[in-house]
């Protein structure tokens, strides 16, 4: 018998291999069980028929990010006319803002955007290749947890100059 690739098997190995903590979630994204950090737990609960969605958190491996939805948008493609060697993985929410990963800041950022927010550690992020009620998640930019991310301040930077200049040209943002 031919069994499929379980791509939420792999993801969640590469995020306990890179230190980056997972929990199984439902498709609604309810948390199911506790934290995970254990290679052979992980290959536990994922190597099933029907796996659980995965979903991480904040730790000391990755920031997770929470962007507005129009300076998250100008920022990410302020980002990439830059041409970065490392591109932040990044995930389109219902509501129109983001989701993106990034090192933790090495140290103070200064400020951010308004409606930029840190996912706090032990908060609840489902992330691609999960299957969630509004259909299937995906990152757009590198292959997380697989590549290198980038500095926090290299992408948070650019969502604020994207606030700054959305503001100039349209007196304020909605």
């Known amino acids: 018998m031919i069994r499929r690739k379980n791509a939420l098997l792999d993801t969640a190995l590469a995020c306990v291999e890179r230190c980056i903590p997972v929990r199984a979630a439902t498709?609604?994204?309810?948390?199911?069980?506790?934290?995970?950090?254990?290679?052979?737990?992980?290959?536990?609960?994922?190597?099933?028929?029907?796996?659980?969605?995965?979903?991480?958190?904040?730790?000391?491996?990755?920031?997770?990010w929470r962007l507005p939805r129009i300076a998250g948008a100008y920022g990410k493609r302020l980002y990439e006319q830059e041409r970065p060697g490392v591109w932040p993985p990044t995930m389109k929410l219902p509501d129109g803002g983001w989701i993106t990963c990034t090192l933790q800041p090495a140290g103070d950022l200064g400020p951010l955007a308004s409606g930029v927010e840190y996912v706090v550690p032990g908060t609840l992020v489902v992330i691609p290749p999960s299957i969630t009620t509004d259909g299937g998640l995906r990152w757009d930019g590198s292959k997380f947890p697989l590549h290198q991310l980038p500095t926090a301040d290299a992408v948070l930077s650019k969502v604020l100059r994207a606030e700054q200049e959305y503001v100039e040209l349209h007196g304020r943002i909605t």
Do not use: K
């Not at 069980?33 to 029907?50: C, H, K, L, N």
């Open 27 to 64: 498709i609604a994204g309810a948390p199911v069980g506790d934290w995970i950090t254990d290679i052979d737990v992980a290959r536990a609960a994922w190597d099933a028929d029907e796996p659980p969605n995965v979903a991480i958190t904040s730790c000391p491996a990755v920031a997770i």
